[in-house]
């Protein structure tokens, strides 16, 4: 009996040998008669593959309802550009936004949100950045959606620049870790290439 199990082990793949010896301590145990009948059963009916259920596909539409009023944190005193508020596509996939690095982020730098602010009001950027509203739309995707495209960034709004009542600047952002939230930094910190402004392609 044990010279056709070694001939049938010889053929076992290596990684497969140590369930084999499993099986036998199975049947070998106190429990054995249990196991025989279990492992009998198997062979019997056979193994039927597993079928994965294709993942169903995420919806990155973002449509955007901009006669909704912007609700701002109650230490904001002024937003900096209302006239901004109402712009915008109301319906956009995310795939196509564009998430935007000025040079002075790049490789290791960092630029300050003053200086990167001035850009984008000099060169008339903000028109095609997204703002807080966009971003309340991005949000309620999920954290899946999110990731998808900014995995490991903070992305930043910033056609909604605010000033607070202390005087200092801030711009909302989105970041995902164990949901997706919004942060408003200061601009006096600095940005670098983890911190891109989302844009509308143009």
């Known amino acids: 009996m044990l010279a056709p ?8 793949p290596q990684e497969r040998l140590g369930v084999l010896f499993d099986a036998i301590n199975k049947v070998g145990s106190a429990d054995g ?3 025989r009948t279990r492992f009998a059963e198997v062979l019997r ?3 039927k593959p597993v ?11 973002i449509r955007v309802d901009r ?14 550009h209302p006239e901004l508020e109402l712009t915008g596509p109301v319906e956009y996939d995310l795939g196509t936004i564009d ?26 950027m903000l028109e095609s950045c997204l703002s807080l509203r966009d971003g309340e739309e991005i949000q309620k995707k999920g954290l899946a959606v999110f990731r998808k495209f900014f995995h490991g960034k903070a992305v930043f709004l ?14 909302p952002s989105l970041y995902g870790d164990d949901e997706v939230v919004v942060h408003w930094h200061c ?16």
């Open 67 to 80: 006669s909704v009023p912007l609700v701002y944190p109650n230490w904001v005193k002024t937003v900096m």
């Open 5 to 12: 199990i070694v001939r049938a082990l010889v053929g076992v």
């Open 45 to 47: 009916e056979g193994v």
């Open 33 to 35: 008669e249990l196991w």
């Open 99 to 124: 998430p935007w690095l000025h040079d002075g982020q790049k490789n290791g730098r960092y630029m300050e949100g003053h200086k990167l602010y001035e850009y984008l009001k000099n060169k008339k």
């Open 187 to 202: 601009l006096d910190n600095g940005w670098n290439d983890g911190h891109p402004a989302l844009r509308f392609a143009s």
């Open 158 to 171: 910033w056609k909604s620049v605010v000033r607070s009542r202390h005087g200092n600047l801030f711009v």
């Open 51 to 61: 079928t994965l259920s294709p993942e169903a596909p995420l919806d990155t539409l």
